[in-house]
């Protein structure tokens, strides 16, 4: 199927008989006090001294990932990516609230213009999920206005942006009718030619993927892609592969970012096995990130040594397209670098 096939855009709910769960009610189940989660995974007193109990990012976390998390321990490779711990209060040279500058590609306080021919408008500061090393966890997001008008006439004035990325927060946080009139406003600009989502929903909550929103992308004029962030094959499961082939099926690319966390994914096994199962659902992997420096998150700082040592491994046992490219954001570089030194395996063709 060729991306963007105008014929490949109707295929999906072809009958839509039942309605699909309220993926509101499912967000409504998120564990957002660590009191329940520690009763819930049986904690016990040595592990719930580890927590951090009180946050200004709070705890936030979908039940589905709550569900396979390991009982009663700390480690379990889920469980490290969003549980508050007394670790993010060693301050840590070099780790900082704004690590990537963005304050300085700020073209409004939400939209944000990097690189050349591309914005991101940062669409809200909800999530599904707050992962702890989350890059914006310190960003002061501006007040929500649901018109995105400054935004869009921004955008409209600036006829070199041909692609707009939709991040936040989490653009799936929005109703459908909202992200609907934004979409609608981007639509009637002929210079921009693709958007972008960002989304980590479909991994925590991938009921959002329903009726309502797949009609709202076969509407869009534009091409679109689709990201999806998962660091864990264990975050993949039947569900959300079923939500995010509904995208695809519009003829919709769909691509992975991780990132590359200690204890989480700082394996080759690990890591072989996210790419070999996100290759086998038609997703791409695509980035590899070299963790933002951002302060609160250095206990999952893995060397770039280490890193492009697992790169150069997943070279040697993959095909090209299932090894993500290891990259890092520096502020006010051009575009995303290769890690320093990054090997290029002999499968990477």
């Known amino acids: 199927m060729s991306i963007g096939a105008s014929s490949s855009r109707f295929v999906a709910f072809p009958n839509r008989t039942l309605p699909l769960p309220d993926w509101r009610q499912k967000l409504r189940l998120n564990f957002t006090k660590w009191e329940p989660l520690a009763d819930f995974l049986e904690l016990g007193s040595e592990e719930r001294g580890q927590i951090l109990q009180k946050s200004s990012f709070r705890l936030n976390l979908p039940l589905r990932l709550a569900e396979k998390i390991a009982k009663g321990r700390l480690d379990d490779p889920i469980l490290r990516q969003f549980l508050p711990t007394l670790q993010e209060e060693v301050a840590v040279p070099g780790f900082t609230a704004d690590p990537l500058q963005e304050r300085e590609a700020q073209l409004s306080p939400r939209l944000l213009k990097k690189y050349a021919g591309r914005a991101l408008l940062v669409t809200s500061s909800a999530c599904a999920m707050h992962c702890r090393y989350c890059f914006r966890r310190h960003f002061d997001?501006?007040?929500?206005?649901?018109?995105?008008?400054?935004?869009?006439?921004?955008?409209?004035?600036?006829?070199?942006?041909?692609?707009?990325?939709?991040?936040?927060?989490?653009?799936?946080?929005?109703?459908?009718?909202?992200?609907?009139?934004?979409?609608?406003?981007?639509?009637?600009?002929?210079?921009?030619?693709?958007?972008?989502?960002?989304?980590?929903?479909?991994?925590?909550?991938?009921?959002?993927?329903?009726?309502?929103?797949?009609?709202?992308?076969?509407?869009?004029?534009?091409?679109?892609?689709?990201?999806?962030?998962?660091?864990?094959?264990?975050?993949?499961?039947?569900?959300?592969?079923?939500?995010?082939?509904?995208?695809?099926?519009?003829?919709?690319?769909?691509?992975?970012?991780?990132?590359?966390?200690?204890?989480?994914?700082?394996?080759?096994?690990?890591?072989?096995?996210?790419?070999?199962?996100?290759?086998?659902?038609?997703?791409?992997?695509?980035?590899?990130?070299?963790?933002?420096?951002?302060?609160?998150?250095?206990?999952?700082?893995?060397?770039a040594s280490r890193g492009k040592e697992l790169v150069a491994a997943l070279a040697r046992e993959l095909p090209g397209y299932g090894v993500p490219r290891y990259v890092q954001e520096i502020a006010g570089e051009p575009s995303k670098v290769a890690v320093r030194g990054e090997p290029m395996g002999p499968n990477c063709h």
């Open 141 to 303: 997001y501006a007040p929500f206005q649901a018109t995105f008008e400054e935004e869009l006439a921004a955008i409209n004035a600036d006829e070199s942006l041909s692609e707009i990325l939709l991040s936040g927060g989490d653009p799936l946080s929005l109703s459908d009718e909202i992200l609907a009139r934004l979409i609608d406003g981007l639509n009637k600009m002929e210079h921009v030619k693709r958007l972008r989502f960002h989304s980590r929903f479909p991994i925590g909550i991938p009921e959002r993927i329903d009726f309502s929103f797949i009609e709202l992308l076969k509407k869009s004029r534009k091409q679109i892609y689709f990201v999806i962030h998962c660091n864990h094959p264990l975050e993949l499961d039947a569900e959300v592969a079923a939500s995010l082939s509904k995208i695809r099926s519009l003829g919709i690319p769909v691509l992975n970012q991780a990132v590359l966390l200690k204890g989480v994914n700082d394996s080759v096994e690990t890591l072989k096995a996210l790419s070999m199962r996100l290759i086998d659902e038609g997703i791409l992997p695509y980035y590899l990130y070299q963790l933002d420096p951002v302060a609160g998150s250095a206990h999952f700082e893995v060397e």
